[in-house]
């Protein structure tokens, strides 16, 4: 069982975490070629995730991550960004929402402690598919098109 506590408060604050990690999207060096990516496509992806994070945890089969990361994938390999930096930016906004459950999630309360770390595993689970879709997706494309 995941601490509903915590999926609500990322939910809730979807918006400023998009803010947040729209601004170390930016300033992060190893993502020289994301520039190539509107930021209102990073938005809106980012967004779903975030502000649906329960459903893409709990409700959502493999397909539908499947389904999602192979199309950003073969996206960003249309627009020029390279896989590595694909994969940064994923593993960027996994980072980003560790932080902010770090700063604002963080209590003494000991029952909920065993939820918290199921969400932390979730979560992790849910990003590490995210990685390897994305990457299926983005070599697909690179196949099609030297083909």
Known sequence: M???RL??????HSDGLVRGLM??????PRLTDYNKVPDDEIKHRVHEIYRHL????????????????????????????????????????KEHLWDFLKQ????????ELLQELELFRMVDQFFD??????AVGYERARAARAA
């Open 104 to 111: 604002e999630a963080v209590d003494d309360r000991h029952i």
């Open 54 to 93: 329960g459903e893409w945890l709990l409700q959502k089969p493999e397909s539908d991550v499947e389904k999602w990361y192979t199309a950003i994938g073969a996206r960003r390999a249309a627009q020029g960004v390279p896989l590595s930096q694909l994969v940064c930016a994923i593993m960027l906004s």
């Open 129 to 134: 598919r995210a990685v390897y879709h994305a």
């Open 23 to 28: 601004e170390k999207l930016d300033r992060c």
């Open 7 to 12: 999926v609500h408060l990322i939910e809730t």
């Open 2 to 4: 995941i601490a509903p």
